[in-house]
């Protein structure tokens, strides 16, 4: 085999469309851009949404509903996941350090400990928002909570 005969696949490589390389290349002219209009313009750019001069659906479809700006948004933690937590790192204090060590949270979420499965160990538990079921899991155990 010799380097020099290497030659690709039949039908793998096509010719690029040399646009505006004269007439005699049969892209000359309006280089493939058809006559006058918008799009044969330079500059032509669409604008994200644009149908044509139909109303855009973005525009039709009413607006409904209500955001609230002050709405906090916590990151949800049970107490099955706090217990499988003290078991694996054996601790007794769980606080957001732990919880991100862990991979649990990152380090902007807010903290909430709701009171999902069962708790076997006394915690000391330190977190942004707990629910009452959660806190009345965690001191029957003579355990205590923090709001941070």
Known sequence: ???????????????????????GSGHGGTSTRGHKGQKSRSGYSKKIGFEGGQMPLQRV??????KNLN??????????VLQQ????????IIDLAVLIDAGIASK???IKILGGGSLERKLDVKAH??????????EKLEGTTEIL
């Open 1 to 23: 085999m010799d380097l020099s005969k290497l030659k690709p696949a039949s039908g793998s490589t096509k010719k690029p469309k040399r646009i505006g390389r004269g007439q």
């Open 61 to 66: 479809v009413p607006k409904s509903g209500f």
């Open 71 to 80: 709405r906090v948004e916590y990151k949800a933690i049970n107490l099955d």
């Open 85 to 92: 937590l003290a078991d694996n790192k054996n601790v007794t």
């Open 108 to 110: 902007n979420d807010k």
């Open 129 to 138: 928002a707990f629910s009452k079921s959660a806190i009345a899991a965690i």
